[in-house]
Structure formats: C-alpha cells, structure tokens
C-alpha cells in the first residue's frame, strides 16, 4: 500500500519510510520524534487530529521532497520552525488548531510551491511578513483567530490565485491596502475583529469573484464605496464599525439583493 520502504528505529517505536505516512485521527501523544527527518523519500506527512504536544521540530525542514505536511489539530506549542521554509516543494503547510506562538517566520515565503498556508487558531504575534507575497501560487491564506499585529502588507496583492484570504480575530491595525484589489480571484475576503481604520478602498469595488466580505468589529470609517455595487456578494457584513451605506437608490437595491448583509446606518441617517 505504501510502496518501496526502509525502515527505522525511532526511540522504541518502528517507522518505515514510505512516500506518506499518515497517522492523523488517532489519540499519539507525546512530542514529535526528530527522527522522522531520516525519511528522506517522504512525500506527505499527515500527523493531524492526534493530541501531540512540544514544538515542531526543525530537523523537518531537511526533507527536500516533501509535499504535504499537516500537523494541524494538535497541542504543539513553541514557534514555528523557520527550517520549514526549506521545504521547497511543499505545496501543502496545516498548522493550524494547536498553541503556537511567536512570530510567522519571513522564511514561509520562500515556499514557492505552496498553495495553501493555513496557521489558524494559535497564538501567533507580530506583524504578517510581507514575504508572503512572493508566494504566487497560494489559493488560501488562514491566518485567522491569532494575535497578530501590525497593517495588512500591501506585497499580498500580489498573489493573483488567491481564493481564501481570511485574517479574522486578530490584532491587525491601519487601512486595507488598495492592492487587495488586485486580487482577481479572491472569492472570501475575512477582515473582521480587528483593529483595521480608514475608509474602504474603492478598488476592492473590482473583486468580480468575490462572494463573501465580512468587515465587522473594526474602525472603518465613511461611506461604503459606490463600486461595490458592482459585486456579486452573496453575505457581507460591516457591523460594530463606523461605516455607513449610501443612501442613492442604485446602492440601497444592490444592498437588498444580497442573500445577507449585516451593517449599520446609512449615510444620510448618519448625517453624511
């Protein structure tokens, strides 16, 4: 089932090297053994879902063919090895649902391969590298529920395949950068219960693939741009910030078309 194998001793434990180990949705404790950097032939290593704990161990960042690792699920704590920014041909990296914390290491964007970064749910700090922006075949960025710090880098306007942004319940301060509307496939776009101030850039007026938008819980401020009636939203929220719609006819029927939308006043009500 697993192909060509050779096989070592890690600690008491036999492991055999194959192109996947999967072990994920078990009940494995403990740490993470070093060891497994000795399969040099791994392709995908799956270790979701268990109850490990410790930190993830840099030596992984030696395994040159790797293509899958999913470690998310777990109680790893510690930072995130900045090793793993070796793995060149890593196109998948899970991290996320664990106690990680420190800050995201800028070495993630020399993962050209990467197409889908998720370091959800732990309790990262520091701004998001503005190196991720080199990562131009990433579809989905989840860096959502962190304590991440810092504005939003303009560089990730740049990842034109991106469908998935969604950097929801952190820290995040200053405008959205007007670059987000470069993101021509971007369908999700998740900014809510931050610390994110100014007006809506108009250029994200230009995301035609753009289906949901949730805004809430930050310091915007102003009138909804008029260019967005010219998405096709299907929900979009903008509560508990001091946003407001316009109040012309073209904008207010666009607003009613949505399947749900959940906001605030509208400008002329607002004094506007």
């Known amino acids: 089932m697993f192909g060509r194998r050779s096989c070592y001793s890690l600690g008491s434990v036999g492991v055999c090297e194959h192109a996947t180990l999967d072990l994920s ?20 290593l799956n270790l979701a879902y268990n109850r490990l704990t410790g930190s993830i161990p840099p030596e992984l960042g030696v395994l040159g063919r790797l293509e899958s690792l999913k470690l998310d699920g777990n109680d790893l704590t510690g930072s ?7 793995l060149g041909n890593l196109g998948l990296l899970l991290l996320g649902g664990n106690n990680l914390s420190g800050p995201i290491p800028s070495e993630l964007g020399k993962l ?42 303009s560089e990730l306007g740049a990842l034109g395949r991106l469908t998935v942004m969604a950097l929801s319940d952190n820290k995040l301060t200053g405008s959205i950068p007007p670059e987000l509307g470069r993101l021509s496939s971007l369908g999700h776009l998740g900014l809510r219960n931050n610390e994110l101030s100014g007006p809506l ?54 607003l009613r078309s949505l399947r749900y939308h959940r906001g605030g006043v509208t400008c002329s009500s607002a004094g506007r």
Request: charged content about 20%; aromatic content about 6%.
């Open 25 to 44: 949705s078990n009940k494995l404790t403990g740490p993470i053994p070093p060891e497994l950097a000795r399969l040099d032939s791994l392709e995908s």
């Open 201 to 254: 850039p108009p250029e994200l007026g230009g995301l035609d693939r753009l289906r949901t938008l949730y805004l809430d819980g930050n310091r915007l401020t102003g009138p909804i741009p008029q260019e967005f009636i010219n998405l096709e939203l299907e929900e979009f929220t903008w509560r508990d910030t001091q946003l407001c719609a316009p109040a012309n006819e073209a904008f207010q029927r666009w």
């Open 112 to 153: 050209g391969n990467l197409s889908h970064l998720a370091l959800d749910g732990n309790d990262l700090t520091g701004p998001i590298p503005s190196e991720l922006g080199n990562l131009r075949n990433l579809t989905n960025l989840s860096l959502f529920e962190n304590k991440l710090t810092g504005s939003i880098p």
């Open 80 to 86: 995130i090895a900045p090793e793993l920014g070796n």
